[in-house]
């Protein structure tokens, strides 16, 4: 238990998004305390392929996925699933999914996170000049294709970033060039793209980092410590625990999936469901990639780190716990096999090592950034999906801003909550 204290801004959650948030907002002189359920690095962000991919930034709400995803709604093995479910919030859910992969509001989606990712490769260099201790690999990103069409979502990718002013380097590859490139690529790639500007870290790393870094600079983190209850008094907020009561001038709720445990109770539901996602770590035999993989057909990400390789993929909706089966995570690297060769992962593979986790997920596949309307000082910042890591820290300076200064940044206009809840 712990006295009741006062801070000015609390940050619910320790996740990739709350611990960003946190140093932000300490820069700019406020003291900060975040509240993390568990231990810090066991969310869902430690658990993800830790690509920070400005060039790959776009809502999973597109053209052809929705009818994709019902496709393979039972398919074990499949990238993507979207499963029937009798409940009235998921049916909406749908609906609203459904509405927001017309073109035209893809297209607006695909503007939006590329200006909010704008500065995103500049703050994880700020992150580590402030001494943020983190593995983190610039080499950029390898999309890797067995068949003829495999790279045409690519080119349509970048036939939209380009007149918006993208300026990262492009290179389009045959197989043997991708195999000179990166020797780890087999002999089933016919084709590739690099996109150089991309970058992968060690999720862990960067967790472990950021609350190190944090707590140096002064922010109390208190680990295994849920917020209950939040409770307007007066002007300023009081957010219940089991271990006292905190007061605070703000509250952020960036607790990813599990958001609306806090919120439901103020009588608010936001649009974000769980949607289960995979990886292993494995060792093995040979020169590790040099490059993060995205392998093209079974949508999977390959991440090289100092001493393993992660592999990652799978988005299963609706999702809401984080158990895993042996076949799913078997079928991880049996279907990375055939993209590799001159790296080949350990015959004697441990199963039980896999993880899942819940992708915060929107209808729109746009996170929510912005003030709570009806609620003073009450700010969400969730539903970022597959791109948590890389849109961290520009949401955490998004908010930070926010909170600060009482005003809401352009370019997250349309991340905000009012109008899309």
């Known amino acids: 238990m712990f006295k009741e204290f006062f801070v000015s801004t609390v940050v619910i959650g320790g996740g990739v998004i709350g611990l960003n948030i946190a140093w932000s907002l300490r820069r700019r002189g406020e003291e900060v305390c975040v509240l993390e359920h568990s231990a810090i690095g066991r969310s869902v962000s430690a658990v993800n392929a830790g690509w920070i991919t400005p060039s790959l930034s776009t809502p999973l709400a597109s053209p052809g996925v929705f009818t994709l995803g019902l496709k393979h709604a039972f398919d074990r093995d499949g990238a993507l699933s979207i499963r029937p479910k009798l409940d009235t919030e998921w049916i909406k859910w749908l609906w609203k999914f459904r509405r927001a992969a017309r073109p035209d509001v893809y297209e607006t989606g695909v503007r939006a996170l590329f200006h909010l990712n704008a500065q995103t490769l500049d703050l994880f260099d700020e992150l580590h000049d402030d001494g943020v201790d983190f593995e983190m690999h610039q080499a950029g990103l390898l999309a890797l294709a067995q068949t003829p069409g495999g790279l045409g979502w690519f080119t349509q990718l970048f036939d939209q970033l380009l007149p918006m002013g993208f300026t990262g380097k492009i290179d389009y590859l045959t197989g043997s060039e991708a195999r000179e490139l990166d020797p780890a690529v087999g002999t089933s790639v016919s084709s590739a793209v690099l996109t150089s500007l991309d970058r992968h870290v060690n999720p862990e790393s960067l967790l472990c980092g950021l609350h190190k870094r944090i707590d140096e600079m002064g922010v109390l983190v208190r680990e295994n410590t849920s917020a209950q209850k939040l409770t307007r008094n007066g002007s300023s907020w009081s957010v219940e625990t089991a271990e006292g009561n905190l007061s605070a001038d703000n509250v952020v709720v960036a607790l990813g999936a599990a958001t609306n445990t806090v919120l439901r109770p103020l009588g608010i539901t936001l ?122 820290p520009a949401t955490a300076e998004g908010i930070a801003e926010l909170v600060t200064s009482n005003s809401l940044p352009s370019h997250l206009l349309p991340f905000q909550l009012a109008g899309r809840i």
């Open 271 to 392: 649009p974000i469901v769980g949607a289960k996602g995979y990886s292993i770590d494995l060792g093995g035999a040979g020169a590790l990639p040099q490059h993060s993989l995205y392998l093209m057909e079974p949508k999977l990400g390959l991440s090289p780190y100092l001493d393993t390789v992660r592999i990652a993929g799978a988005f299963e909706l609706p999702a809401n716990d984080e158990s895993i089966t042996n076949r799913r995570i078997r079928n991880l690297v049996d279907q990375a096999r055939p993209y590799l060769s001159g790296w080949t992962p350990d015959a004697d593979l441990d199963i039980s090592t896999g993880r899942a986790g819940l992708r915060p997920s929107t209808p729109d596949s746009l996170p929510f950034i912005g003030p709570l309307p009806g609620h003073n000082s009450l700010f969400v910042a969730a539903g970022h999906g597959m791109l948590g890591v890389t849109l961290a």
